[in-house]
Structure formats: structure tokens, C-alpha cells
Nanobody, 119 residues
Framework: QVQLVESGGGLVQAGGSLRLSCAASGRTFSGYDMGWFRQAPGKEREFVAVVRGRTGYTYYADGMKGRFTIARDNAKNTVSLQMNSLKPEDSAVYYC????????????WGQGTQVTVSS
């Protein structure tokens, strides 16, 4: 069982930056791929980025790479999402999620943190 708690959301002007953090419980953190997703009002939840558990490889959705950076600290059981050059269309609830490295399904989700980018 993994419990995830996000923090770091808030209100920022367009062009600004925010750093989201996610703290995970459990003793086998490195055995999980950690992802960030987001959902804007009236839209489906979409993938933002993932960092693999064992390799540390990172993948980003189109439009995120170069502006967003995902990173994990296996010693602290945390994953972060640094977001730069934010746009109003980045406004959404951002969710941290975890899945076993051997699975294709994210089974564990945080409660979400609101990010609002004003124009």
C-alpha cells in the first residue's frame, strides 16, 4: 500500500514557476514509477510526466518537456515537479500517482493540488 500527499500548488502569474512535491509512504519506493497527471475543469485527466522507479528515466507529455522537470529522491520517498514558464492553460488540479514498475496501471493517487495560472 502506498499513500501519496501532494503539496506546493497555488496561484501564479503567467510566465512564473511553481514546484509541486509528493511525499510517499512505504518502504519500497524505488519499486514504483511515479507520475504526475492533471485535470482541468470540464476536461479529462491527462498525463504530464513520469519518472521510472529503477532506472530514473523520465518521460514527458508533448508540450511539457522543456518547461516541466520531474525528479525523485528515493532516499526521501519524494517526487517533485518543477514547472516553469507557466501558462493559463496549465491551470488544473495536479495529481501525483504511483504504479509498480511491472504494472501499466497507476493504482495509487494523491488527493491533488490546485495550480492556477493567471494571465
Amino acid at each position: 500500500q502506498v499513500q501519496l500527499v501532494e503539496s506546493g500548488g497555488g496561484l501564479v502569474q503567467a510566465g512564473g514557476s511553481l514546484r509541486l512535491s509528493c511525499a510517499a509512504s512505504g518502504r519500497t519506493f524505488s519499486g514504483y514509477d511515479m507520475g504526475w497527471f492533471r485535470q482541468a475543469p470540464g476536461k479529462e485527466r491527462e498525463f504530464v510526466a513520469v519518472v521510472r522507479g529503477r532506472t530514473g528515466y523520465t518521460y514527458y507529455a508533448d508540450g511539457m518537456k522543456g518547461r516541466f522537470t520531474i525528479a525523485r529522491d528515493n532516499a526521501k520517498n519524494t517526487v517533485s515537479l518543477q514547472m516553469n514558464s507557466l501558462k493559463p492553460e496549465d491551470s488544473a488540479v495536479y495529481y501525483c500517482a504511483a504504479k509498480r514498475t511491472t504494472s501499466n496501471v497507476y493504482n495509487y493517487w494523491g488527493q491533488g493540488t490546485q495550480v492556477t495560472v493567471s494571465s
